[in-house]
């Protein structure tokens, strides 16, 4: 038996990495996924995507978003970081599902590497205003339907995302924050 950690509340060998309950105390360790949201914003037949910057994924491309705050309703998340990524002030105008990705590079499946990510679809509103964040983002671009760039980003699902947007629709935001 290899010990990987240690109990964070008795400090106690733990058998395994999380979820794992302390043998010696009692204490739950979890390993939770973290939530995430992105735009899928699109006009005139094309979608906005954005090249990333920084690692995992270096150089894909992929939806603005990314990692909820803590108390940020998701629509809040893709309206703040796709003004940050993008330059512009977006419009969510219907939800399109969530979808659950490794947040890796390559094989390697690390705890605590897992992103829930829910997906909105959204229209930008006027003319892009601010700097694009050049740490997040390399480059961004609209690409049409049939014209996506490569790779995309996250690997095992983005494709599915902007399917979905493009032949499915959305669905209506009955949760919009007031
Ligand atoms: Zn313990």
Redesign the pocket.
């Known amino acids: 038996m290899t010990t990987v950690r240690y109990?964070s509340?008795?400090g106690?060998g733990l058998p395994v990495a999380p979820p794992v309950t302390?043998a010696?105390?009692g204490?739950s360790h979890w390993s939770n996924p973290k939530p995430c949201a992105n735009a899928v914003i699109v006009e005139r037949q094309r979608v906005l995507l954005t090249q990333r910057a920084h690692s995992p994924w270096k150089g894909a491309w992929c939806s603005p978003g990314g990692f909820c705050e803590r108390g940020e309703h998701p629509i809040e998340t893709v309206v703040r970081e796709a003004l940050e990524e993008t330059g512009f002030r977006i419009r969510v105008t219907g939800y399109l599902g969530v979808w659950v990705d490794d947040y890796v590079d390559g094989p390697d499946h690390r705890e605590n590497e897992v992103i829930n990510v829910a997906y909105y679809l959204a229209e930008t509103m006027g003319e892009a205003r601010g700097d694009v964040d050049r740490s997040e983002v390399s480059d961004l671009g609209w690409f049409g339907w049939d014209e996506l760039p490569s790779p995309l980003a996250p690997p095992g699902t983005l494709a599915a995302v902007l399917q979905a947007a493009r032949n499915a629709g959305s669905t209506p935001l009955l949760d919009r924050p007031q």
């Open positions: 109990c509340a008795c106690a302390c010696a105390c204490t």
